[in-house]
């Protein structure tokens, strides 16, 4: 179980890469196209290991694997706390699911 080191991720612009010990290539992390790679990674480092993570990236997309164990992005986060949810992901459910009531009535 090798947590993860952030002197080995790779950030070009976009892509997120981490350099896994004992690969030769890089692998790919996340995309970021609209900012929030520093909350990304610090959940990241906290809450998955190398080997954890890169599993279930083969299944699920990025940001669905941290959501595995309760991220919020910051955007998000802000928005909840403005609308007076909790900053939790049963907030943003809670919420999405007001809003749709809400339109349909």
């Known amino acids: 179980m090798t947590r993860f080191d952030n002197k080995r991720f790779y950030y070009n612009g976009e892509m997120l890469f981490y350099h896994v010990p004992g690969e030769e290539l ?35 997309a990025p940001l669905k694997v941290l959501e595995t164990k309760g991220y919020v992005s910051p955007k998000i986060a802000k928005i909840l706390k403005m609308r007076g949810y909790p900053m939790t992901l049963e907030g943003m459910n809670q919420m999405i699911d007001d809003d749709i009531a809400r339109r349909a009535a």
């Open 26 to 60: 890089k692998r790919f992390v996340a995309r970021f196209k609209w900012g929030g790679m520093v909350s990304f990674k610090k959940f990241l480092r906290d809450n998955f290991t190398v080997e954890e993570y890169f599993d279930l990236l083969e299944n699920q």
